[in-house]
């Protein structure tokens, strides 16, 4: 076990080493500092306390960040874990340091294996913090590396847990900032933990074939290293084998054996230009035979997270493939450090360049109108997938999800582009607008004044999250009605599917606190919500699903309690009963009737009735899909048996629905034939559907089912009616 001051000279040597420029009293007094205030508290290992964040600040001097970066690894955790407060560290060091120390504090309460909705709290607290100051991510990185690297103190379920979490989101996000370095050994360490056998296997081999692969390496770079020095690059060359988890997954996509596996050689070529560059490109393939298809030049077109080589795959006389990256001392420093790299150059300065951030803000742009689940689904496509890079007309690059469709690149450039969109040119070849896309397409967006906006099928299509969030966001204006017709129909289907009553969401008492359950001040919103995709049925139904069985026990227990059907099986008590509305209801006399408007019954439908609280008893057919399972216990005490009354007719409000294949004059057939029946007519209106279709909807009053009946066969006769159906409102 190391000490601190074992600890504490490694911090201070690094630091001397990679930032010469630091002012060490500054140093000293925050370890000073956090030493007192960690004094006595021990790490799981039973080390003090204070060995953490002398190594987070090793590390972060490693990255080559400044000052205030060291100042605040070392008192990273005293807010969190002391009784150090915000305004001592402003005080006592700086604001921007308190900041640091503040916006790692709120990261490290950040537990990304809780809820999927705190889930997505904590994730948008982390980009938020980046935006401001990425620095407050670096130092959380080096944080969990250190804890990485002493993971095996952990318990066993611990340990399961943070590798997961690490290799969700630290790992993705170190490779998204370009860190591979650090990259890499999260993601060894994680599968260390989550797959032992499968990492001692890769392990084990590779020890077992160390000389035989460092003698390959040796060949290999001696023959490039000749070459260069013969025709005067100053180059460095070596190679390694690829990190364990890197083969790992070479294993499970090939589906092969460490054994079958041959690319696991890299090489570097690290030289002082440019052009020297491309010169080493051109002797490594008039030494080696190229690999068609397996040459990237990220020179010219850089990944998002700045990292810039030149990618070769080439075999050689033994017939082996290996992989050559070329790139200069600068784009070296990059690709190991990403992001962090910057500071060296600022000497301390802590401000990025806007662009290098621009797409932590279009990850925050993305949050807005976006259900936990699919933000943190999309945000792993976004920022951890690999990407595709793809030109406009003029020569502008575009960087995109791997995936991607001409939809993702047209949002990309603009919503209003998007929104515009009629179609797409691949390659100055009209394209579908679901093609994917590849590296180095040149793509044109084709737009039209009279678009009628995005399609509802384009969110099924779209890659990028950015493209779905502002599709989403143009159904959400311009298209609300629309929306809630949608959202309702799925929102309903849902509840039966699942067995659930429609009528429960109707309850004056439950109804408020199901929507508080839902974020929603009214079941039109939420509808709405579900019809432009921030929320799906499935999810909204499963958020109030246990309210509402619950609420339904209550119910029922209550119907036992004073039970409304004395004698269930006697037709004599129906028939003693007075009518109301035309309906008459077992053991209960004079209550309030209403007609379900979900399924408006008429005299001659078989019927059944609710007793509802406040509303007296809801007469529905007993084929409505909300009477559908009346019979079971949860259910039963609450439906009783009715009938219609012998008595003189009188009209009743009912709702057919009308399939038609579109044509002109429709309406006014279907209008006329409702005239010629002598039925009054309360509301009759219509819309067109996609391919060709249209339906009609008709609320008219009838005295029966038999009148009912023939109103329906006339409607069928009409030229183009197709079908017909009675309304589900």
């Given at each position: 076990?190391?000490?601190?001051?074992?600890?504490?000279?490694?911090?201070?040597?690094?630091?001397?080493?990679?930032?010469?420029?630091?002012?060490?009293?500054?140093?000293?007094?925050?370890?000073?500092?956090?030493?007192?205030?960690?004094?006595?508290?021990?790490?799981?290992?039973?080390?003090?306390?204070?060995?953490?964040?002398?190594?987070?600040?090793?590390?972060?001097?490693?990255?080559?960040?400044?000052?205030?970066?060291?100042?605040?690894?070392?008192?990273?955790?005293?807010?969190?874990?002391?009784?150090?407060?915000?305004?001592?560290?402003?005080?006592?060091?700086?604001?921007?340091?308190?900041?640091?120390?503040?916006?790692?504090?709120?990261?490290?309460?950040?537990?990304?294996?809780?809820?999927?909705?705190?889930?997505?709290?904590?994730?948008?607290?982390?980009?938020?913090?980046?935006?401001?100051?990425?620095?407050?991510?670096?130092?959380?990185?080096?944080?969990?590396?250190?804890?990485?690297?002493?993971?095996?103190?952990?318990?066993?379920?611990?340990?399961?847990?943070?590798?997961?979490?690490?290799?969700?989101?630290?790992?993705?996000?170190?490779?998204?900032?370009?860190?591979?370095?650090?990259?890499?050994?999260?993601?060894?360490?994680?599968?260390?933990?989550?797959?032992?056998?499968?990492?001692?296997?890769?392990?084990?081999?590779?020890?077992?074939?160390?000389?035989?692969?460092?003698?390959?390496?040796?060949?290999?770079?001696?023959?490039?290293?000749?070459?260069?020095?013969?025709?005067?690059?100053?180059?460095?060359?070596?190679?390694?084998?690829?990190?364990?988890?890197?083969?790992?997954?070479?294993?499970?996509?090939?589906?092969?054996?460490?054994?079958?596996?041959?690319?696991?050689?890299?090489?570097?070529?690290?030289?002082?230009?440019?052009?020297?560059?491309?010169?080493?490109?051109?002797?490594?393939?008039?030494?080696?035979?190229?690999?068609?298809?397996?040459?990237?030049?990220?020179?010219?077109?850089?990944?998002?997270?700045?990292?810039?080589?030149?990618?070769?795959?080439?075999?050689?006389?033994?017939?082996?493939?290996?992989?050559?990256?070329?790139?200069?001392?600068?784009?070296?420093?990059?690709?190991?450090?990403?992001?962090?790299?910057?500071?060296?150059?600022?000497?301390?300065?802590?401000?990025?360049?806007?662009?290098?951030?621009?797409?932590?803000?279009?990850?925050?742009?993305?949050?807005?109108?976006?259900?936990?689940?699919?933000?943190?689904?999309?945000?792993?496509?976004?920022?951890?997938?690999?990407?595709?890079?793809?030109?406009?007309?003029?020569?502008?690059?575009?960087?995109?999800?791997?995936?991607?469709?001409?939809?993702?690149?047209?949002?990309?450039?603009?919503?209003?582009?998007?929104?515009?969109?009629?179609?797409?040119?691949?390659?100055?070849?009209?394209?579908?607008?679901?093609?994917?896309?590849?590296?180095?397409?040149?793509?044109?967006?084709?737009?039209?004044?009279?678009?009628?906006?995005?399609?509802?099928?384009?969110?099924?299509?779209?890659?990028?999250?950015?493209?779905?969030?502002?599709?989403?966001?143009?159904?959400?204006?311009?298209?609300?009605?629309?929306?809630?017709?949608?959202?309702?129909?799925?929102?309903?289907?849902?509840?039966?599917?699942?067995?659930?009553?429609?009528?429960?969401?109707?309850?004056?008492?439950?109804?408020?606190?199901?929507?508080?359950?839902?974020?929603?001040?009214?079941?039109?919103?939420?509808?709405?919500?579900?019809?432009?995709?921030?929320?799906?049925?499935?999810?909204?139904?499963?958020?109030?699903?246990?309210?509402?069985?619950?609420?339904?026990?209550?119910?029922?227990?209550?119907?036992?309690?004073?039970?409304?059907?004395?004698?269930?099986?006697?037709?004599?008590?129906?028939?003693?009963?007075?009518?109301?509305?035309?309906?008459?209801?077992?053991?209960?006399?004079?209550?309030?009737i209403k007609f379900a408007k979900c399924c408006t019954p008429v005299p001659g439908d078989a019927i059944v009735g609710f007793i509802t609280k406040g509303f007296g008893v809801s007469v529905h057919r007993c084929d409505c899909p909300n009477a559908a399972n009346r019979d079971l216990p949860i259910q039963a005490p609450r439906w009783v048996r009715v009938r219609w009354a012998n008595q003189e007719e009188q009209p009743f409000e009912t709702t057919l629905e009308l399939d038609c294949i579109t044509r002109d004059g429709l309406l006014l057939d279907i209008a006329t034939a409702m005239t010629t029946a002598r039925v009054r007519v309360k509301e009759l209106n219509g819309k067109d559907l996609p391919g060709g279709r249209s339906v009609f909807t008709i609320r008219f009053e009838v005295k029966n089912v038999a009148e009912l009946d023939a109103i329906r066969n006339k409607l069928l006769n009409i030229r183009d009616v197709v079908g017909s159906r009675r309304g589900q409102n």
């Amino acid at each position: 076990m190391e000490t601190f001051e074992e600890h504490y000279a490694s911090m201070r040597a690094t630091i001397l080493k990679c930032m010469p420029y630091v002012d060490m009293d500054l140093i000293d007094r925050a370890v000073d500092y956090a030493n007192a205030k960690h004094k006595n508290q021990l790490r799981k290992d039973g080390s003090p306390y204070i060995i953490h964040p002398l190594a987070v600040a090793e590390i972060v001097a490693e990255m080559g960040l400044d000052t205030d970066a060291i100042l605040g690894a070392l008192l990273h955790d005293c807010i969190e874990d002391t009784d150090a407060s915000h305004d001592d560290i402003d005080k006592l060091f700086s604001p921007t340091v308190a900041e640091l120390v503040e916006g790692v504090t709120k990261l490290t309460r950040a537990n990304f294996s809780s809820s999927e909705q705190a889930q997505m709290e904590n994730l948008r607290k982390m980009f938020m913090a980046m935006s401001k100051d990425i620095r407050v991510v670096l130092i959380k990185i080096a944080d969990r590396l250190h804890n990485m690297r002493t993971m095996q103190y952990q318990s066993p379920a611990k340990q399961v847990i943070k590798c997961r979490e690490t290799m969700d989101v630290y790992a993705p996000l170190a490779h998204r900032l370009g860190m591979q370095k650090i990259k890499w050994e999260l993601e060894d360490t994680s599968l260390r933990y989550l797959n032992p056998d499968d990492y001692n296997t890769i392990q084990e081999h590779l020890s077992a074939h160390k000389e035989q692969d460092q003698a390959f390496m040796n060949t290999i770079q001696q023959r490039i290293t000749e070459r260069l020095q013969a025709v005067g690059i100053q180059n460095t060359t070596y190679g390694r084998i690829k990190h364990i988890y890197s083969i790992y997954r070479k294993m499970q996509t090939q589906g092969k054996t460490i054994d079958e596996l041959y690319d696991l050689y890299a090489f570097r070529v690290i030289v002082d230009t440019i052009p020297d560059c491309y010169n080493v490109l051109g002797h490594i393939h008039d030494l080696f035979n190229l690999v068609p298809g397996r040459f990237k030049d990220y020179i010219s077109t850089p990944k998002p997270n700045m990292y810039q080589s030149l990618h070769t795959t080439v075999i050689g006389s033994q017939g082996i493939p290996f992989e050559v990256q070329i790139r200069t001392w600068d784009m070296h420093e990059t690709a190991e450090y990403g992001i962090a790299a910057h500071w060296k150059y600022k000497q301390g300065s802590g401000s990025g360049e806007e662009k290098d951030f621009e797409w932590v803000r279009r990850l925050l742009e993305s949050q807005q109108d976006t259900d936990a689940e699919d933000y943190v689904q999309s945000l792993k496509i976004d920022m951890f997938d690999d990407e595709v890079f793809v030109f406009t007309p003029k020569g502008r690059i575009v960087s995109l999800p791997a995936g991607s469709t001409p939809i993702d690149f047209a949002y990309a450039i603009h919503s209003g582009v998007g929104n515009a969109m009629v179609g797409a040119k691949v390659n100055n070849r009209i394209a579908n607008i679901d093609m994917t896309l590849k590296n180095g397409d040149i793509v044109e967006v084709l737009t039209s004044k009279n678009a009628k906006g995005p399609s509802r099928d384009w969110l099924n299509i779209c890659k990028s999250n950015q493209a779905r969030t502002k599709i989403k966001q143009w159904f959400k204006k311009e298209k609300r009605e629309e929306n809630v017709i949608h959202g309702r129909a799925s929102f309903e289907g849902e509840m039966r599917r699942v067995g659930l009553p429609l009528s429960i969401t109707l309850d004056p008492e439950l109804a408020p606190q199901l929507l508080k359950k839902l974020s929603f001040d009214n079941w039109e919103d939420m509808y709405a919500a579900i019809g432009y995709g921030g929320l799906t049925a499935v999810k909204a139904v499963g958020r109030i699903r246990d309210d509402i069985n619950k609420a339904l026990k209550v119910q029922a227990n209550e119907k036992m309690q004073h039970p409304l059907r004395i004698n269930p099986d006697s037709e004599a008590v129906l028939q003693n009963r007075h009518a109301v509305n035309g309906v008459i209801v077992e053991d209960i006399d004079s209550c309030m009737i209403k007609f379900a408007k979900c399924c408006t019954p008429v005299p001659g439908d078989a019927i059944v009735g609710f007793i509802t609280k406040g509303f007296g008893v809801s007469v529905h057919r007993c084929d409505c899909p909300n009477a559908a399972n009346r019979d079971l216990p949860i259910q039963a005490p609450r439906w009783v048996r009715v009938r219609w009354a012998n008595q003189e007719e009188q009209p009743f409000e009912t709702t057919l629905e009308l399939d038609c294949i579109t044509r002109d004059g429709l309406l006014l057939d279907i209008a006329t034939a409702m005239t010629t029946a002598r039925v009054r007519v309360k509301e009759l209106n219509g819309k067109d559907l996609p391919g060709g279709r249209s339906v009609f909807t008709i609320r008219f009053e009838v005295k029966n089912v038999a009148e009912l009946d023939a109103i329906r066969n006339k409607l069928l006769n009409i030229r183009d009616v197709v079908g017909s159906r009675r309304g589900q409102n």
